[in-house]
């Protein structure tokens, strides 16, 4: 018989693991929280070595008719002036292949559902996790209709994110851990009613004391707009409190609040904020653990090594990682596979885990001052030339950018039983 692998978690890991370990002729069963139609999140790229791991899975083709398209962004002012825009195709905020998360994910799910050795369990959780010399027992909680079962495993994935309980069951709590790294920085991302300027660009503005506006369009169909607000602070204690207690409704106030008085699109976007559904806060945090696995349950993208957005890397780890993991897995189906992908990931990982300048890119790039607002808006100025004229004289990497350098050895997975 197969051996039977549990995937928690079907965000963009969760899934791609669940597509190859499939394929390797694994029974897989992924549970998710959150319930099928849901799509949560806004825009993530994919960028080289990932854009290959799609590539291979085959659903490139569709990505591209799904990405935001949207054409560059835009540095603006409070009064709405750009200061430097940033079109695709060179140096720009905007990737290549820009995609909202939900839509991602949903992709990624039905390719995977696709294959009959994989089955996913939405409104579903680990609720306790017990390892024997041999197996995982787990049990399974349905949380519509609060039903609980036992399952055996031999093997489990943990891909549920920064705050992964498959990490807590199986080695411990945060604390116990020491694995949360703040990075001195709170996020909010919602959606809103988009309006005309939504489109085609996205659109950036920074405010004294460490306050970022971001507006991201969807798409030119789309009648919504993605928004990010960025607070660049060690402590917002009421933020703090909210998001502990969970509390949606106090979150939002306290971003109302850090936010008030502000210019710009501010009090538009503070206003629809309070109705946003899809409404998603917290601190930034990165995960870094002294080991990814324990016996027979290994951790995968976020779970293990959340990168945070200061690094751009989220994403592009997840899908590298996931795919690395069930590489390692179709050459060797047991828990000796889980070293030998730490081996190959670790130090590229760890890497791709560092703020750019020194850590202090949240600094630099969210001033503080009205003067550093000032001088960060003419050193934009300055680089929009500068790319402009690189453009010019075809000198630039038309790619959009650099990319971390991986070897996938994506010509050896193995989709067949290796026995
Ligand atoms: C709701 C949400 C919105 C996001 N929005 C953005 C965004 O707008 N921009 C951005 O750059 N990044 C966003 N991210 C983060 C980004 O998706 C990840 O950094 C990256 O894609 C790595 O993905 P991952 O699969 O490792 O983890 P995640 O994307 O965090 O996926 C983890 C999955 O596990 C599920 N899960 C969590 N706990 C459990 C549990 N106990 N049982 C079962 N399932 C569980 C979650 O619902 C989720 O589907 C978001 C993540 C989430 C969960």
Redesign the pocket.
């Known amino acids: 018989m197969s051996e039977r692998v549990l995937i ?7 899934s791609i693991a669940a597509f190859y370990l499939g394929k390797a002729d694994f029974q897989v069963t992924v ?4 319930k099928a139609e849901q799509k ?5 790229e994919i960028e080289e070595p990932a854009l290959s791991v799609v590539k291979h899975m085959g659903i490139l083709d569709t990505l591209k008719s799904i990405k935001t398209a949207e054409e560059g962004t835009d540095f603006v002012d409070q009064y709405s002036r750009s200061y430097g825009l940033y079109k695709t195709g060179g140096p720009s905020p905007t990737g290549e292949l820009e995609l909202m ?1 939900g839509d991602l ?1 949903e992709v990624l799910y039905k390719a995977a559902d696709a294959h009959p050795n994989v089955t996913y369990l939405f409104e579903t ?2 609720q306790s996790l017990k390892q024997t010399q041999d197996k995982v027992i787990v049990d399974l909680e349905n949380r519509s209709t609060r039903t609980t079962k036992t399952e055996e495993f031999d093997l489990v994935v943990g ?4 705050k992964s ?1 498959t990490r807590q069951l199986a080695m411990g709590s945060p604390e116990e851990l020491n694995c949360f790294k703040a990075v001195g920085a709170f996020v909010a ?1 919602f959606s809103i009613p988009k309006q005309d300027q939504d489109w085609p660009y996205s659109r950036l503005c920074h405010f004294p004391g460490r306050k970022v506006l971001w507006m991201r369009p969807v798409s030119k169909a789309s009648d919504v707009t993605s928004v990010y607000f960025i607070h660049v602070n060690k402590d917002v204690p009421a933020l703090r409190r909210a998001s502990a207690a969970g509390d949606r409704m106090k979150q939002k106030e306290a971003w109302a609040e850090v936010y008030s008085g502000l210019g710009w699109e501010v009090p538009r976007v503070i206003e629809q904020m309070m109705k946003a559904e899809n409404f ?1 806060s917290d601190e930034l945090m990165q995960v870094k653990l002294k080991k990814w696995s324990q016996d027979r349950v290994v951790l995968v ?3 293990a090594w ?1 990168p945070t ?1 200061f690094t751009g890397e ?2 592009q780890l ?1 899908i590298i990682g996931a795919f690395v993991l069930a590489q390692q897995l179709s050459r060797n189906r047991t828990p000796a596979a889980f070293d030998v992908y730490e081996e190959r990931l670790r130090s590229y990982v760890e890497d791709a885990q560092n703020i750019p300048l020194g850590g202090y890119a949240p600094y630099v790039l969210v001033p503080q001052t009205s003067w550093g607002v000032w001088l960060f808006r003419t050193l934009i100025y300055v680089g929009s030339w500068i790319v402009r004229f690189m453009a010019w004289t075809r000198t630039p990497d038309s790619s959009g950018g650099e990319h971390k350098e991986f070897d996938l050895q994506i010509e050896k997975v193995e989709t067949k039983k290796a026995r």
């Not at 891909?159 to 920064?162: E, L, N, T």
């Open positions: 928690c978690g079907a965000g963009v890991a969760g549970v998710e929280r959150s949560a999140g806004q825009g993530i998360r994910t959780t680990v891909a549920d994110g920064v309980r991302y998603y993208g976020d779970a959340a957005p989220g994403n997840a």
